[in-house]
């Protein structure tokens, strides 16, 4: 029986808690300069299955994401305790949404923080196409991929 296309597989619930649980992601680009990481507060767009981020297009990220939009990132959950452990990375491609898409990204990301109502938000959206799960209370770094 043939897959269906990346975005239609479903997520393990382990990646989708992840996503839910945390805020915060690390994300890398790379350019003529070489790589470049920042971290931003993230949330979840589980219809989508994408991340919304905010950042200024001004940033060297931000400039980044317009020149060579394909990103890698991580969420990590930081613990001392190795058996507790879990994070994930993943691959993406970062565009910027307009229109409808952007007033349906801004509503997603006010419910998650809605302080961030009081500055000038420029929206960028994550399509994910490759995440692997590290989650060692499975057992000693146990990994769960999307896609399957």
Known sequence: MEKPPVGQQALHKRIK????????????????????????????????????????PATRHGAEFRSNPQVAGTIALETKRVGRIRGAQFTGTVSEPEGETLTRARKIYLRRFPFAAL??????????????????????????????
């Open 17 to 56: 808690s992840l996503l839910r649980r945390h805020h915060l992601l690390s994300i890398a680009t790379v350019s003529e300069r070489g790589p470049w990481c920042t971290s931003c507060f993230f949330t979840w767009d589980e219809d989508d299955n994408s991340l919304i981020i905010t950042t200024d």
């Open 119 to 148: 500055v000038d938000l420029h929206l960028w959206t994550i399509t994910l196409n490759y995440i692997k799960l590290t989650d060692n209370r499975l057992g000693f770094g146990k990994k769960i991929i999307w896609p399957t």
